[in-house]
């Protein structure tokens, strides 16, 4: 058999066993999608986002994310004014709450001054959405059901 056929059969099984430990529904698909890469610079890079995470994992024991499932369908269908179930609008919940867990958890990390290559930048990427996040909670139950109490 051909030694480029058999690394790329081994590179299939490395995606395919990753892929089982994404929180997520799109870092699932990513690593699925994933290529090896042919620069020096994207090597690198990649090595010291792996440095980032290696470093989580000793000091916290890994980022606290809950399986979450993909918003995207739901998000589009607002921006083209459309309408979200209980269920959807609990998910979209979601998102935001474990966004705001990920916001705390690396407030510890900068305040203990620990440095990253590449984690902060994408931290910071993140938004939270208290305002939204408060009414989604007192309006929808985790499992998408429609709070008594809850107000438009």
Do not use: C
Not at 9 to 17: A, D, N, S, T, Y
Request: aromatic share 6%; no cysteine.
């Amino acid at each position: 058999m051909n030694s480029k056929i058999i690394k790329t059969l081994e590179f299939e099984k490395i995606r395919q066993q990753l892929s089982k430990h994404a929180a997520t529904e799109i870092g699932k698909q990513e690593l699925l999608t994933l290529q090896p890469y042919s620069t020096l610079e994207e090597v690198q890079r990649k090595q010291d986002e792996s440095d980032d995470g290696r470093k989580v994992l000793r000091l916290k024991g890994g980022i606290p994310i809950p399986r979450l499932v993909n918003i995207g369908l739901p998000l589009k269908r607002l921006q083209i004014g459309g309408n979200l179930n209980g269920k959807e609008i609990a998910q979209i919940g979601r998102v935001l709450s474990t966004t705001k867990e990920v916001l705390s958890f690396f407030d510890w990390f900068r305040e203990h001054e620990i440095e990253f290559y590449n984690l902060y930048q994408i931290v910071d990427g993140l938004v939270d959405l208290p305002e939204l996040r408060k009414r989604i909670n007192m309006s929808v139950s985790d499992d998408g059901d429609i709070l008594s109490d809850a107000s438009i």
